[in-house]
């Protein structure tokens, strides 16, 4: 099946500190990868939805400059948390899509998360 | 904008009782996709619903997509204690562009 590896899994660094989390999808081309948080025991929050080669978009709210997104291969996108505050500690999770064809969507593939945690 | 409500938000069941979880969007779907994250675990596709009126089962798990295209539901039968997790739907607007998610149901089961 697909397999989509993300990583780090978890990290923990000091305040002011850039974080890079990668997300690869190992076995198929992902047109589009979307970036996730979860808080503790709440609902998945989309932050942006990116597609190879395009600009990422963001939801109302989240800033793009403080996650940094990049999507410059079918298989890889990156989210890079901008000077991280510990209001930023948080689960982040990406899921990779490819695509179906017109009107034919295909599932999303998730990673296993990453768990920031900002000191 | 368009919502995804999904109730309820959590349930406790005694393991061998059924448990549905529900979905209802303030606008028509192309189709809805459901989700399983198991406890400390990334969430898993577990199906897609696409035709109005459709249901499709997997084991004891029943799903279905409501005529109009604006609700769905899953039913486990029988609950196992490997069902514990938080059951996610995802809706599509029209033309697949946007994914909303549900709030989630949390499934409690004991033994």
Redesign the interface.
């Known amino acids: 099946g697909a397999v989509v590896s993300q990583h780090p899994s978890r990290v923990i660094c000091k305040s002011g500190t850039s974080v890079k989390i990668e997300c690869r999808s190992l076995d198929f081309q992902a047109t589009t990868m ?1 970036w996730y948080r979860q808080f503790p ?4 929050m ?1 932050m942006a939805t990116s597609n190879e080669g395009s600009k990422a978009t963001y939801e109302q709210g989240v800033e793009k400059d403080k996650f940094l997104i990049n999507h410059a291969s079918l298989t890889l996108s990156t989210l890079t948390v901008t000077s991280a505050h510990p209001e930023d500690s948080s689960f982040y ?1 990406c ?1 990779a899509r490819e695509w179906g064809g017109t ?3 295909q ?7 990453t768990r920031l945690s900002i000191l | 904008g368009q919502q995804v409500m999904q109730i309820p938000q959590y349930q406790h069941v005694q393991e061998g009782e059924d448990f549905t979880t529900y979905c209802n969007s303030s606008t028509t779907l ?2 809805i ?1 459901w ?1 399983k994250q198991r406890p400390g ?5 577990l199906i ?1 619903l696409v035709k109005s009126g459709e249901v499709k089962k997997q084991k004891r798990l029943t799903f279905q997509f409501g005529e109009a295209k604006k609700n769905s539901s899953l039913h486990i039968t029988a609950t196992q204690t490997t069902d514990v997790g938080t059951y ?1 739907c ?1 809706g ?1 607007d029209t ?2 562009f946007k ?1 909303i ?4 149901t ?1 499934l409690f089961v004991k033994a």
């Open positions: 979307f025991k709440q609902s998945l989309l999770i899921s009107g034919n969507v599932p999303q593939h998730f990673g296993d998360g | 192309s189709n996709q989700y675990g990334h969430p898993v596709f897609q996610f995802a599509h033309g697949g994914t998610f549900g709030a989630g949390r």
